[in-house]
């Protein structure tokens, strides 16, 4: 079954993906720098606990999130090759 096809803006959602993938390379430039300069046996001992907790609920929620566009990706090439 097909979901209904919303009437949205393409040239805004474009934009919107665009600035969202700026934002998403500069967390992980900063992700990169502690990865590179801190272990994560350091990061966990001396971190501060909340902090570290809403990163993670952060992460895992962008994952959940990306996860879903690239099923849908997917979805979509098979449905494309036939």
């Known amino acids: 079954m097909v979901p ?3 009437n949205i803006d393409g040239t ?3 934009a919107d993906l ?6 998403l390379l500069s967390a992980q430039c ?3 720098r502690l990865r590179l ?3 994560p046996h ?3 001992m001396l971190g501060e606990a909340r902090m ?3 990163a ?10 990306f996860s879903q566009i690239a099923g849908q990706l997917k979805h979509q090439e098979a449905g494309e090759k036939r």
């Open 18 to 23: 665009a600035a969202a993938g700026v934002e």
């Open 4 to 6: 209904a096809v919303k």
């Open 30 to 32: 900063a992700a990169d």
């Open 52 to 54: 570290l907790k809403r």
């Open 37 to 39: 300069q801190y272990s």
């Open 42 to 44: 350091d990061i966990a």
């Open 56 to 65: 993670i609920a952060s992460a895992e929620a962008l994952h959940q999130f």
């Open 12 to 14: 805004r959602l474009k």
